[in-house]
């Protein structure tokens, strides 16, 4: 059983920046990847990027490559996402997932944090 808590969202102009945290308590951390997911209001929840066991290996979703970054600290059990040169269309609930990576392709787990929420103004 893994607990994901995110904390990091806000509210920000467009070309601003934010950097999201989250948390993980229970079974050992560096035994996950770890993917950030994000939720517009009526639209599905699609993946954002993902990081490998250790952070060797990044992927990301074409609409933010370039602009965000993932990245983990096992010794903390925390995982982050820099995100720079926000969009309105960046906006959103942002989530982070345990799960586990097959090549490049990122696997979730049903271990999801309650979402932090990240709105752009234009």
């Known amino acids: 059983q893994v607990h994901l808590v995110e904390s990091g969202g806000g509210l920000v102009q467009a070309g601003g920046s934010l950097r999201l945290s989250c948390v993980a308590s229970?079974?050992?951390?560096?035994?996950?990847?770890m993917g950030w997911f994000r939720q517009a209001p009526g639209q599905e929840r699609e993946f954002v990027a993902a990081?490998?066991?250790?952070?060797?290996?990044?992927y990301y979703a074409d609409s933010v490559k370039g602009r965000f970054t993932i990245s983990r600290d096992n010794a903390r059990n925390t995982v982050y996402l820099q995100m720079n040169s926000l969009k309105p269309e960046d906006t959103a609930v942002y989530y982070c997932?345990?799960?586990?990576?097959?090549?490049?392709?990122?696997?979730?787990?049903?271990?999801w944090g309650q979402g932090t929420q990240v709105t752009v103004s234009s």
């Open positions: 229970g079974r050992t951390f560096s035994s996950y990847a």
């Open positions: 997932n345990a799960g586990y990576l097959k090549g490049s392709n990122y696997g979730k787990y049903d271990y």
């Open positions: 990081i490998s066991w250790f952070g060797a290996n990044t």
